[in-house]
């Protein structure tokens, strides 16, 4: 037999593809599950966004090598117990001054990024850049950030205020790593 011939020749070329299209099909399964796993609910709010499976995972991958570049740190302990302070005086002043305390949230949110080491600016690109990290919880900021932007523009109640306050303290307990146990801590 001639291994040269056609059908020998169509047959391993035949192979070869399809040895590469499973090889394409499982590096893609392997990177969407990844991304998956990295960025939770952000990863199906980027799909439904972009309408593309590939382009929302391209989008995460670029969120991603953006992010390497910072120099994220943990805060340190003083740190920690001053933006703590400087919280529970924010949730006192939401009783005289609902509007004033969601307004001075935002900032100190916009602080301890700072502090950490995440470049603040534009808030797409800061949600953008703390779904990398904090992909659970993210999506509060959204919230948060849009109740006070409506506010800006007209009056929102009282209840939306509150759940302003109630999303930016999930991201602003994330961000200082609090866990029950180190709010605890912070406490004494």
Known sequence: M????PAVIIL???LVVAIALAAWFFIQKNR?????????????K??????????????????????????????SREDTVRFAD???TEQSLFVDNPRL???HAD??????????????????QNAADLSVDHPLVVENYRIAHEIAVRDSRTEVSTE?????????RSLFEDLLGQTTETREEVRR
């Open 2 to 5: 001639d291994t040269q011939s």
């Open 12 to 14: 391993i070329v035949l």
């Open 32 to 44: 969407t599950q990844k991304l998956k796993s990295q960025f939770g609910p952000e990863y199906d």
């Open 46 to 75: 980027a799909v439904g966004e972009s309408r593309s499976r590939a382009r929302a995972e391209a989008e995460l991958q670029a969120r991603v090598k953006r992010t390497e570049a910072f120099q994220i740190r943990p805060l």
């Open 86 to 88: 400087a919280w529970r």
């Open 101 to 103: 305390a969601v307004n």
């Open 107 to 124: 900032t100190l949110v916009q602080d301890v990024m700072k502090r950490r080491g995440y470049p603040v600016g534009d808030f797409e």
């Open 160 to 168: 939306d205020l509150r759940r302003a306050m109630v999303s930016y």
